[in-house]
């Protein structure tokens, strides 16, 4: 197929890229065959080395989260995120780190970071 069939667009529906085989998810802009009916990533534009697209497309997808109690900080898949439409805006949310998650005196580790920054907004008021 040549790169002049290639059209443009942003994603609709959940699709899987023909070249690197990586999800594609709704509302990313990505390369479209009207005569294959295939998707692809804009960075994946030749077919040629799979495997050199795969790995840029994983070099691409990992964000890196500091868990909100224990302060670790992991390397984290960006496709467990496309469930949950993970977006830059949301770089302040709460991340818990699995160890934290199965430990169960973290809810006690997660009230007393709480009412230590609530100690140190009701200083910064008064």
């Not at 059209?7 to 999800?23: A, H, M, R, T």
């Not at 692809?40 to 840029?56: R, S």
């Not at 989260?65 to 469930?83: A, G, H």
Request: aromatic residues 12%; hydrophobic residues 30%.
């Amino acid at each position: 197929m040549s790169e002049v069939e290639w059209i443009k667009l942003l994603v609709k529906f959940k699709g899987k890229c023909q070249s690197c085989d990586n999800p594609i998810s709704p509302g990313e802009y990505a390369l479209w065959s009207k005569s294959s009916k295939k998707i692809k990533h804009l960075e994946c534009k030749t077919d040629n080395n799979n495997k050199i697209a795969k790995e840029q497309a994983k070099q691409y997808s990992v964000l890196q989260l500091q868990c909100f109690l224990c302060n670790t900080v992991e390397d984290i898949s960006i496709y467990l995120f496309k469930d949950f439409l993970y977006h830059e805006s949301q770089k302040d949310s709460i991340f818990l780190c699995r160890s934290c998650l199965e430990n169960p005196n973290s809810y006690l580790r997660y009230q007393e970071i709480m009412y230590e920054k609530v100690k140190k907004i009701a200083k910064l008021k008064s």
